[in-house]
């Protein structure tokens, strides 16, 4: 399989711990997003990034959120000292940019913190 | 800042009936404009899109939009529903004028398809 792939696909923490996603784009895809979707909700833009740089973050995404792209493949995202209002799903997506609009979205990372 | 609007957050059509889901955005300038499908726990997989050129488009699955300027409108169709079409429906937009492309998404319109 050639898409987005996201690890893992349901994680249930206790409140503050942390937790750590990971996506890996599309090989070719310069491009990373990462989205959040409360239920019932569209999803939201928390950041994204062009090859390993950060180029813009979300006011959703607080202090005790932080991602990294090293070497411009694959991404992770950590949440620290995790509250409840974070329990949601956590999309990632990938394009080439300068080619295409075109964002190919991963299967999500559904979070709970109980 | 842009905004999307999906009217109807439940939609309910018969199998076989025209499937007919609302988007309005709220920019003066055009976006650049989606709709994505949503299984349930799964992730968003894109329909069709509209960036420039013709405003009927078609997409996967027999469905298609239209874009009307003057409405500020992205609406999604389909002439005969399908069991499999009962999903969440998503209708996104990005900003031509911002670099990073990042989508601003309604919220969703869940189409109920009965036998």
């Known amino acids: 399989d050639t898409g987005v792939s996201q690890d893992p696909r349901h994680k249930i923490t206790k409140r503050g711990q942390n937790v750590t996603f990971r996506c890996d784009p599309i090989s070719e895809h310069n491009r990373l997003y990462w989205y959040r979707q409360t239920l019932g909700q569209g999803p939201e833009f928390l950041t994204y990034?062009?090859?390993?740089?950060?180029?813009?973050k979300s006011r959703l995404l607080s202090d005790r959120f932080s991602a990294e792209r090293p070497k411009g493949s694959f991404s992770t995202l950590e949440i620290q000292r995790t509250e409840q209002g974070d329990s949601a799903m956590y999309l990632c997506?990938?394009?080439?940019?300068?080619?295409?609009?075109?964002?190919?979205f991963g299967p999500g990372t559904r979070l709970t913190v109980t | 800042a842009q905004s999307v609007t999906q009217l109807g957050s439940h939609v309910s059509v018969s199998e076989g009936a025209l499937v007919l889901l609302r988007c309005n955005y709220s920019s003066s300038v055009p976006p650049y404009l989606f709709w994505y499908v949503q299984y349930p726990n799964q992730g968003l997989q894109l329909l069709l899109k509209y960036t420039t050129g013709a405003t009927l488009v078609k997409g996967i699955n027999g469905f298609e939009a239209e874009f009307k300027k003057s409405e500020t409108s992205f609406h999604l169709t389909k002439p005969s529903a399908h069991m499999s079409d009962a999903a969440e429906y998503f209708c996104?937009?990005?900003?031509?004028?911002?670099?990073?492309?990042?989508?601003?998404f309604g919220g969703g319109t869940r189409l109920m398809v009965k036998p």
């Open positions: 990034f062009q090859n390993e740089a950060q180029l813009e």
């Open positions: 996104a937009v990005s900003d031509r004028g911002n670099a990073g492309n990042m989508l601003t």
């Open positions: 997506a990938s394009m080439l940019a300068g080619v295409t609009y075109e964002q190919y």
